[in-house]
């Protein structure tokens, strides 16, 4: 399928703060006896004695909460400091951090009085104190002892462990190659000294060691990033706050009252500012409980569906053509031959014009001088458009009313635009045939269609369906809806998978230095074959030891089975794991 990437100034993007008020917080009433802090342990630690006795004596939760809220401390002794809560949501929330004899009591919502939308925080924000002090949270370095599995460890000093893995490291690369050593991470806390940035990947830059890639959570980034470029982030997408001003807001198997539960309440917002909500989900979510309308549509099916919607957009003539001819390719000429777009070099015959140095041949034919250096520089010869207005091929930089229609031919060279090729693939999902595939009526496909083009129209892509062999093409199909229906880069108007772009508070002083590492990148979909052959994209490949941090590969890995059969197996022989 051809998509339609759009090229749209980035100073119509809706710059996402990422954050945003919350609920009034409150403790789970419940003991735990895996949890580092009950609710009534807290209180003891935390909540003077009145509090306490209030809450026991019947006091509303949320008179308590009203108490204890953000800015107040309850003790004479606490002091409170600023701070970011950076799970792998990526929100970087503000939150108060109350301590208390050099120990966190609490954490709470950090209260902007000038910007209330900007208040907020969820129960990972609230729960920091249990994972800090969880009894079984592993505080020093353990080195097995016993048989694997026995859950014998004892506990050594972090400088026995810095030294211990450092040689055996050595070892290893020495023996088998610097490769040998592979670095495995997904996500997790994203702090300073966490996850893959970027303390880590300093490390491995300097050990030149390989890394192991989780695959995971990719397929919508690379769909839509196939129409947009790279360039505006992995699931670029306005910010949450933003869906208040969408007249019809799309999610796509996205269960925002779970999964996103730091942006549930924008959701919230929408409903009750009358924004008409559409679910497309197999599965009858919390989410679509609250909707306007929920649609079922079968697992695996998105991209039938949503190019069915495309069809019905074409058809009934709902495109946004201004936005298509300003901002898109669909003008571009593609050549028939090859696929590629046509330019000015396939008819002037320039193609292999002589370059400054008088000793090259080039696939350019425009030579400019580079302002910086002076020095010569080569220039891609222009993409070609054929202009309605003056009836001729111009550059597209030059055309007023470029076609997004039609089948040309210039030279011998058969040509059509990319729209028309568009055109061509979705005629194979007439709403007829797509309802077979996915299991939506014909009739609400196209209701479905004519919400696309009413906007401003907000489309937000959850994980569900890129969780397929096929899982990119939902979200290919997706920002091509949004980019011919013109609804990309004003309120209300965006598509995307998550907002990430909030700042995370990376410290540049440990960004990766050394240079990039010269070993390979590895999928961990690949990671059985690559352990059990020894081979790596048909060379032999020795891989002996790995560091893993922020992740679990036999959880959250495709075929966990058979990684951990593998990973077993090479355990059991002279392989290396640090945890």
């Known amino acids: 399928m051809y998509g339609i990437p759009s090229i749209m100034p980035r100073d119509y993007r809706i710059r996402p703060w990422g954050m945003g008020k919350s609920e009034e917080e409150n403790m789970s009433g419940s003991e735990n006896a895996h949890s580092g802090l009950t609710r009534r342990g807290f209180l003891k630690a935390t909540a003077a004695g009145t509090a306490a006795s209030a809450l026991i004596g019947g006091v509303s939760l949320g008179a308590f909460a009203s108490e204890l809220r953000s800015g107040q401390p309850e003790n004479a002794g ?4 600023q701070g970011i809560c950076r799970p792998n949501c990526g929100q970087c929330c503000a939150i108060d951090v109350h301590v208390r004899d050099g120990k966190v009591v609490k954490t709470a919502m950090t209260h902007i009085p000038d910007s209330p939308e900007v208040n907020r925080i969820c129960l990972r924000g609230l729960s920091h104190p249990y994972r800090i002090y969880d009894p079984e949270r592993i505080k020093y370095p353990l080195r097995r002892v016993g048989e694997r599995g026995s859950g014998e460890w004892e506990r ?20 088998y190659g610097s490769q040998a050593v592979a670095q495995y991470a997904i996500s997790g806390g994203y702090g300073v000294f966490t996850t893959n940035h970027p303390v880590y990947l300093r490390l491995n830059n300097l050990i030149n060691g390989s890394k192991i890639t989780g695959c995971v ?31 019809n807001l799309f999610i796509w198997a996205d269960n925002w009252s779970e999964a996103q539960i730091q942006e549930w309440r924008f959701f919230c917002d929408a409903i009750e500012s009358g924004v008409n909500t559409i679910v497309i989900d197999p599965v009858y979510t919390i989410t679509a409980s609250k909707a306007n309308k929920w649609v079922s549509v079968r697992p695996g099916s998105d991209a039938a569906l949503i190019l069915s919607m495309i069809d019905v957009i074409i058809s009934e003539g709902l495109t946004d053509v ?16 090859d696929g590629s777009f046509l330019r000015q070099s396939d008819l002037s015959g320039t193609s292999t014009a002589e370059t400054d140095k008088g000793d090259e041949l080039r696939t350019f034919d425009v030579h400019a001088a580079n302002r910086n250096t002076g020095t010569s520089a080569e220039v891609e010869s222009p993409i070609l458009v054929w202009d309605e207005a003056c009836g001729a091929l111009v550059e597209v930089e030059k055309a007023v009313n470029p ?31 797509a309802a077979e595939i996915c299991d939506v009526p014909a009739d609400t496909i196209r209701e479905l269609a004519r919400l696309c083009a009413d906007g401003p129209v907000t489309h937000r892509m959850g994980w569900g369906s890129q969780s397929y062999v096929n899982g990119a093409h939902p979200a290919h199909a997706l920002i091509t809806i949004a980019a011919i229906t013109g609804q990309i880069g ?27 590492s010269s070993s390979p990148t590895l999928p961990v979909l690949a990671l059985p074959e690559i352990i059990e052959s020894g081979e790596y994209g048909g060379e032999p490949f020795a891989l002996k030891a790995m560091l893993i941090h922020h992740g679990n590969p036999l959880c959250t890995s495709v075929d966990i ?19």
């Not at 194979?428 to 045939?433: H, N, V």
């Not at 209300?492 to 700042?503: E, H, I, K, L």
């Not at 089975?561 to 945890?579: D, P």
Request: net charge negative; proline share 3%; with cysteine.
């Open 217 to 247: 959570d990719m397929a919508n980034a690379v769909g839509i990033n196939r129409v947009v470029g790279w360039g505006e982030g992995v699931w670029s997408t306005n910010d949450a706050r933003d869906v208040v001003n969408a007249k």
């Open 490 to 516: 004003y309120p209300g108007a965006s598509c995307g998978a998550a907002d990430w772009s909030a700042s995370s508070g990376w410290a540049q002083s440990y960004a990766p230095k050394y240079g990039a």
């Open 561 to 579: 089975n058979r990684l951990k059969r593998t990973v077993s197996i090479s355990l059991s022989t002279s392989s290396w794991l640090i945890l």
């Open 156 to 175: 050594i000093s972090w400088d026995e462990a810095a030294e211990e893995i450092a040689q055996k490291w050595a070892e290893i690369q020495e023996k």
């Open 403 to 433: 076609a997004i229609e039609g089948e040309f031919e210039f030279n011998g060279i058969p040509c059509k635009t990319a729209f028309t090729l568009l055109v061509e693939e979705v005629a194979q999902y007439s709403p007829e045939k």
């Open 322 to 337: 201004t936005f298509l001819q300003e901002h898109t390719v669909a003008p571009f000429l593609v050549k028939s031959t």
């Open 78 to 81: 606490d002091s409170i400091y």
